[in-house]
């Protein structure tokens, strides 16, 4: 995913001479393909991430295009005032770019997981938020963030995800959801790395008999409302799925779109990382597992959820 | 009086001490493909120092009121802290094998949910201003304790660190030492490359605070000074300790790279024997 982001970050820069990219001093064996390509255009600020992205708005005032590059809470958490002010109500075209977001760092600790940024990030003022559910929705998030323009976050895991798409013939639209299972009367809403983990599961239901629908939803600002409405409409349960805290980030989105819509609607369940277990170590597939969020646990929800269904309408 | 053991109750030989670290680092990131060998053997000898002469600590009573509080705010160089305090008592040594394990309790970066660690540090650039706030909770509480914290070069990139200092030097807390890990790499390349420091010790001067520079890695100086503070009545004082990343083994000293790299079979016998040489 990282090398995804930097390929199509080095092409972008080529057709684009305004695209400007600065690391906190991370991207070892990632970056330096756009360093030694574009020497003028990149800069290693040092460990100081509230002044880069201070300057990244500043730059960005100036007409330039900057991409911010750091790992997890670092780009974002840590200078979530200087995103705010300076860039989001500014409006400055700066896309933020998190590696290794969700649990990725694992057993690195609390201190390297990016569970809670998408809860501050997704209700500022201009900003998109993009999690990407494999290198080619990074690569099309990350295009799409700079043709837009204006302040975007881009959340990436940390390398080795699988590509889940056909690379030749994927296209995107900005804010769109992606159908990879058409919605069922079980339809799965995911968004970010977690995606392997949610087709895997539905892989395991088939198995059973039970068709899962799939929708990988890069986009958790703008969410793609219509995609949610007609899921929730469509289906007896949704299900979503993240690999974040299970309140306010793209479960939180969901559900206030959900609680509005008239009966008779789909049962939502949110899941992703439980507040609260912060001192759990462990890496990302055990972290997932803990959570329920492995596809073998989100499996069992829905089979659970079924019978569930199954012996209420037994006795009506 | 003091609750915690006198500093001469518990004195060990610290080049042994930190011939001990270095192995069980060594032992460690080997085990689990971990990061960061060359940040834990910059600092272990100030370590061995620390924990083995100067702190009024005491491993069987790790949360004792007056005891003298330690941050590590370089926190990926957590292995380096647990196996201090793993060959202090602190915890059992057989705690090291099970280093970023599945349920078990030693996270990748040092965590306070072990004994003997004080703050959960792993973001860079914090430690100072909590280090800050126990100097001030010692006066307000009028107790002898002191507090001691540990930075990276790099780290001082961060505008949070020159904050504290401010508020460090304005106040004169004497009771506060930093130490810096002056190895000068960081991640992405040298510091005198990515943003420069120097002059580093005017810079602390200049924020009030009293400055010794040492070599880091010789124990008698660092435990000279560390005996006779503060370095200056009234200020806020500083260490910064001349370091060589990797230090002590020599495929791994002053090389970026091992920052990121882990022993592979061979280079952990031979880095195993070049510490046992070295005696
Ligand atoms: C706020 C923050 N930004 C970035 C990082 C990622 N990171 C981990 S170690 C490191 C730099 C290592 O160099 P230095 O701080 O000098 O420590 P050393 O290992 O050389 O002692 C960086 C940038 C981090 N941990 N925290």
Redesign the interface.
């Known amino acids: 995913m990282r090398n995804a982001f930097v390929d199509e970050l080095c092409r972008i820069a080529r057709e684009r001479k305004d695209v400007v990219l600065l690391?906190g001093?991370?991207?070892?064996?990632v970056?330096e393909k756009f360093a030694e390509e574009f020497p003028e255009r990149y800069f290693?600020?040092?460990?100081?991430?509230?002044?880069m992205a201070g300057m990244a708005a500043g730059l960005a005032l100036s007409g330039l295009t900057v991409v911010t590059y750091s790992i997890a809470?670092?780009a974002i958490v840590?200078c979530l005032e200087q995103v705010r002010n300076d860039i989001c109500y500014h409006g400055g075209a700066v896309i933020v770019v998190s590696v290794g977001t969700g649990v990725a760092?694992g057993?690195?600790?609390?201190?390297?997981h990016g569970i809670e940024d998408m809860a501050f990030t997704r209700v500022l003022p201009n900003m998109a938020v993009i999690a990407p559910g494999d290198p080619v929705e990074t690569r099309h998030g990350l295009r799409a963030l700079v043709e837009r323009g204006g302040p975007g976050s881009l959340r990436l895991g940390r390398g080795g995800e699988p590509v889940l798409h056909d690379p030749e013939t994927f296209r995107w639209t900005f804010g769109k959801a992606v159908p990879l299972i058409a919605p069922q009367s079980v339809t799965f809403l995911s968004t970010g790395v977690i995606l392997g983990e949610v087709l895997a599961a539905a892989d395991l239901l088939q198995r059973q008999g039970i068709a899962a629908g799939v929708l990988s939803m890069p986009s958790v600002e703008p969410l793609d409302v219509e995609a949610v409405i007609a899921a929730a409409r469509h289906a007896r349960l949704l299900i979503t799925v993240e690999e974040h805290v299970r309140e306010g980030g793209f479960g939180g989105a969901v559900a206030e779109i959900v609680a509005g819509l008239p009966a008779p609607r789909a049962r939502l369940i949110r899941t992703g990382i439980a507040r609260n277990t912060a001192?759990?170590?462990?890496?990302q597939a055990?972290l997932r597992r803990t959570n329920g969020i492995d596809a073998a646990s989100l499996a069992a929800l829905v089979e659970g959820e079924m019978a569930a269904f199954v012996a209420v309408e037994n006795n009506t | 009086m003091n609750s915690c053991a006198s500093p001469s109750d518990n004195r060990v030989d610290t080049a042994d001490l930190a011939r001990r670290i270095r192995k069980d680092v060594l032992r460690m990131v080997h085990r689990t493909r971990a990061s960061h060998v060359g940040s834990c053997f910059s600092m272990a000898d100030m370590m061995a120092v620390l924990y083995g002469r100067c702190l009024r600590i005491d491993p069987l009573h790790p949360d004792a009121a007056d005891r003298d509080r330690v941050v590590v705010s370089k926190?990926h160089a957590a292995a380096a802290v647990y196996a201090t305090l793993a060959n202090r008592g602190f915890f059992p040594l057989e705690w090291l094998d099970h280093y970023?394990?599945?349920?078990?309790?030693?996270?990748?970066?040092a965590?306070h949910?072990v004994p003997g660690i004080e703050l959960?540090?792993?973001?860079?650039?914090h430690g100072l201003s909590v280090g800050t706030g126990m100097a001030l909770a010692a006066r307000v509480q009028q107790s002898e304790r002191r507090t001691f914290v540990v930075l990276s070069d790099?780290?001082c990139?961060?505008?949070s660190i020159w904050e504290a200092a401010l508020f460090a030097g304005h106040h004169g807390l004497d009771n506060l030492t930093v130490l810096v890990d002056y190895n000068k790499i960081?991640?992405?390349?040298r510091v005198a490359d990515?943003?420069r420091l120097e002059p580093f010790a005017d810079k602390w001067r200049s924020f009030g605070w009293a400055v010794r520079e040492v070599d880091g890695h010789d124990h008698a100086a660092l435990a000279e000074t560390l005996e006779s503070l503060p370095l200056s009545a009234g200020q806020p004082g500083v260490l910064l300790c001349h370091t060589v990343k990797g230090k002590g083994v020599s495929f791994m000293e002053d090389q970026?790279v091992w920052?990121?790299k882990s022993p592979n079979d061979e280079q952990l016998a031979q880095a195993l024997r070049e510490l046992e040489n070295a005696r």
């Open positions: 690391t001093d991370l991207g070892f064996s970056l290693n600020v040092g460990i100081a991430e509230q002044n809470n670092f840590r760092y057993s690195q600790g609390y201190t390297h001192k759990i170590v462990g890496d055990f | 926190g970023t394990e599945n349920g078990g309790l030693l996270a990748g970066h965590s949910n959960s540090t792993g973001s860079l650039g790099g780290e990139d961060e505008g960081q991640s992405f390349g990515i943003l970026m920052h990121y």
